[in-house]
């Protein structure tokens, strides 16, 4: 029996999910097909619009990126800052729960936080538990930040990490690497950061890493402390409980894969679904043999029949784009459009190249590559009987790893890609009652 809905969108990350919420907004009934979270939840939990860009507004930011060629928000124009703006209000009405800070307006600055390597990164909205490591902010004051090292290699990590920082917060502020004492042993040194902070959710555990804490920032006389994680559970609690304790400002540091903050963003945007009334189903959707789309499990194929389809399914690590072994073809992989990196079909493997640098600073475009869509987001080279939609990193012309656009450009071409979709179903549909 095939699966019926007003809308499909392929993909369950940041692009999927906003372009299944924003079409439910719209009244569209949907359904949403996803193998896997993507790379949404391998990420650094930071939400960012594209561009580091000295002091610039988040408004500031998109624009510079906009002028990259190949870049989505090359595609629309003076409507860039009130989809920034609505994009924002969309994601804090849905994710709730993550008590997300920052920017309002394009023309709010962003918050520069501080990365797992030492450095500092943009991002216009982040878990509340994050926010407060504002670089920006703690650098305009004397401040002694105690980054917080747990067992092994990640004591090593911590003193890279405060070496890096004290450069961004002089010459007022200095950080210094804090080892507690609660996660010391050999075991707790082969344990990854997802793994201790599913330890901390753990009754109890939570009063003994503040208690730990508080040791560890006095040893270093530390006015504010970066942590690698307060667990995955109610993070803003968490906060809370941690700095009544350790009396004073506790931050939460952005995160590494596996990420923390990641895992709990995905979570969120999985709930937003529930509560939004989206289905979804697990499976790997393909190009059906009418023109649309089918759901393969196992050995089954399901049909599906949509008034429209939204194609979200990421980049590499998505699986929405794939290189063919060999010829270094590149192709979508649910319609099979034609993929471009640079304005070239495949990635070989020559010498002269320039779609990967030697150095990692250097430009990779071939990180940035994705399928072509007109104005409207639509793929210039789908031939299907639905309309068909596509927003995320599958558009191409963006590469996160250089600023120049994230999860916060995921969200805002899902937000067009879902309310277009959307609209062409709600055609569709009126076209066929009115012929009957």
């Known amino acids: 029996?095939?699966?019926?809905?007003?809308?499909?969108?392929?993909?369950?990350?940041m692009a999927g999910v906003c372009a299944s919420l924003a079409a439910r907004e719209k009244g569209a009934k949907v359904l949403l097909v996803a193998r896997a979270s993507g790379a949404t939840a391998l990420s650094s939990g930071a939400i960012d619009f594209g561009g580091a860009v000295a002091d610039a507004t988040?408004?500031?930011?998109?624009?510079?990126?906009?002028?990259?060629?190949?870049?989505?928000?090359?595609l629309l124009g003076d409507a860039l800052p009130a989809l920034l703006e609505r994009t924002m209000a969309f994601l804090r009405r849905h994710l709730v729960s993550l008590g997300l800070e920052g920017a309002r307006v394009a023309a709010d600055k962003c918050l520069w936080l501080p990365t797992p390597v030492g450095t500092a990164r943009p991002a216009a909205l982040v878990q509340s538990s994050i926010a407060g490591a504002d670089l920006r902010n703690l650098s305009s004051r004397p401040a002694r930040l105690?980054?917080?090292?747990?067992?092994g290699a990640q004591q090593v990590e911590a003193g890279l990490v405060a070496s890096g920082l004290s450069r961004l917060?002089?010459?007022?502020?200095?950080?210094?690497?804090?080892?507690?004492?609660?996660y010391a042993t050999r075991g707790d040194a082969l344990r990854s950061i997802a793994e201790l902070a599913r330890d901390l959710d753990r009754p109890g555990r939570r009063d003994l890493f503040a208690a730990s804490l508080l040791r560890a920032a006095n040893a270093v006389r530390a006015t504010h402390v970066l942590v690698p994680t307060l667990g995955f559970a109610d993070p803003a609690v968490a906060r809370a409980e941690v700095e009544r304790t350790v009396e004073r400002p506790v931050f939460e540091?952005?995160?590494?894969?596996?990420?923390?903050?990641?895992?709990?963003?995905?979570?969120?945007?999985?709930?937003a679904l529930r509560a939004a009334g989206v289905r979804t189903v697990d499976g790997i959707a393909e190009r059906s043999g009418d023109g649309g789309v089918q759901i393969v499990r196992g050995v089954e194929c399901q049909p599906v029949?949509?008034?429209?389809?939204?194609?979200?399914?990421?980049?590499?690590?998505?699986?929405?784009?794939?290189?063919?072994?060999?010829?270094?073809?590149?192709?979508?992989?649910?319609?099979?459009?034609p993929a471009f990196a640079a304005g070239r079909r495949n990635i070989a493997a020559l010498p002269s190249e320039e779609?990967?640098?030697?150095?990692?600073?250097?430009?990779?475009?071939?990180?940035?590559?994705?399928?072509?869509?007109?104005?409207?987001?639509?793929?210039?080279?789908?031939?299907?009987?639905?309309?068909?939609?596509?927003?995320?990193?599958?558009?191409g012309g963006f590469d996160p790893a250089r600023d120049s656009g994230g999860l916060g450009t995921c969200a805002l071409t899902g937000l067009c890609a879902g309310e277009r979709a959307a609209e062409a179903a709600s055609r569709a549909g009126a076209s066929a009652v009115a012929g009957r």
């Open 305 to 337: 029949r949509a008034g429209a389809i939204v194609l979200a399914s990421g980049r590499f690590i998505g699986g929405g784009i794939r290189c063919e072994p060999g010829s270094g073809l590149l192709h979508e992989t649910v319609l099979d459009l």
């Open 1 to 13: 029996m095939a699966l019926t809905a007003d809308v499909v969108v392929v993909g369950g990350g």
């Open 169 to 182: 917060l002089a010459p007022l502020g200095e950080a210094v690497a804090a080892p507690i004492d609660l």
């Open 355 to 395: 779609l990967f640098a030697v150095k990692a600073s250097g430009a990779h475009p071939g990180m940035a590559a994705g399928i072509r869509v007109d104005a409207a987001f639509r793929p210039l080279d789908a031939a299907t009987t639905v309309p068909v939609f596509a927003c995320g990193s599958l558009l």
């Open 58 to 74: 988040v408004g500031e930011g998109a624009r510079a990126v906009s002028r990259q060629p190949g870049h989505p928000y090359a």
């Open 253 to 271: 540091a952005l995160g590494a894969p596996p990420s923390v903050p990641g895992l709990r963003l995905q979570a969120a945007l999985a709930a």
């Open 146 to 151: 105690a980054v917080i090292a747990f067992a």
